[in-house]
């Protein structure tokens, strides 16, 4: 009988394979991980694509590129959301003036200007 070859290449898909056993198991190796945290807005469109585009979702899962995707996407979205509540504070007159005379209506305000700048990301990046 022929001795199997530990390791063989299937020039139709271009994969190798590792003879583990009586069966060629495919030498699929991990994208180098990139360190950059995925953070919430990631994990919320990623939670979108669960619901509304798995296959785009499996997609970047079997490519690799889920997590550089993903944290992508949330640098961008932190950007512009710290860029939006920077933008309707001063609109709003919004200040430290403002925090030094009262802090509960500072509060309340910049509560009211985050909560807003948040929905306008997910209707912008997240859900789209």
Do not use: C, F
């Not at 509540?85 to 309340?108: F, Y």
């Amino acid at each position: 009988m022929n001795e199997l070859k530990a390791r063989i290449h299937d020039e139709t898909n271009g994969l190798d394979y590792i003879l583990v056993g009586d069966y060629y198991i495919p030498a699929i190796e991990l994208p180098v991980d990139d360190e950059r945290p995925i953070g919430k807005w990631g994990r919320m469109h990623r939670a979108y694509l669960e619901e509304t585009n798995p296959l785009l979702l499996n997609h970047l899962i079997l490519t690799g590129k889920l997590h550089i995707y993903l944290a992508n996407l949330n640098e961008q979205a932190q950007s512009r959301y710290r860029h939006l509540v920077r933008q309707m504070a001063e609109n709003e007159g919004i200040t430290e003036d403002l925090k030094r005379q009262s802090q509960w209506v500072w509060v309340k305000a910049m509560n009211s200007v985050a909560s807003r700048a948040e929905e306008i990301i997910k209707s912008e990046m997240i859900n789209v």
